[in-house]
């Protein structure tokens, strides 16, 4: 079993930078494909980042694309977010997630482990 806790959410104004942390625990994800999903009121989770097993390979929704980075450090147990140049429509609580598996996907469905999300707000 794969334990996630995010953290690193907060109020900031647009334009602003923020990085998230997701700490994983319980087993090691140094085999497994992460992703960070988001969810905004009245709406559906929704894909945000993803990297397969050794950070090499990353795949990011086009409203992120360019100012968002994903990246992991095995040897901690640690998965970031790197966010940059945020923008109102960010506002959400952001998950993330492990898969069994090693590749990146895209699908909330591909993912069987999931964190407890923070909320980034951002305002105008």
């Known amino acids: 079993q794969v334990q996630l806790v995010e953290s690193g959410g907060g109020l900031v104004q647009a334009g602003a930078s923020l990085r998230l942390s997701c700490a994983a625990s319980g087993y090691s994800v140094s085999n497994l494909g992460l992703g960070w999903f988001r969810q905004a009121p009245g709406k559906e989770r929704e894909f945000v980042a993803a990297a397969n097993w050794n950070g090499e390979r990353t795949k990011y929704a086009d409203s992120v694309k360019g100012r968002f980075t994903i990246s992991r450090d095995n040897a901690k147990s640690i998965m970031y977010l790197q966010m940059n140049i945020l923008e109102p429509d960010d506002t959400a609580v952001y998950y993330c997630?492990?898969?069994?598996?090693?590749?990146?996907?895209?699908?909330?469905?591909?993912?069987?482990?999931w964190g407890q999300g923070t909320q980034v707000t951002v305002s105008s």
């Open positions: 997630a492990a898969r069994g598996g090693p590749l990146e996907k895209d699908n909330v469905n591909d993912y069987d482990w």
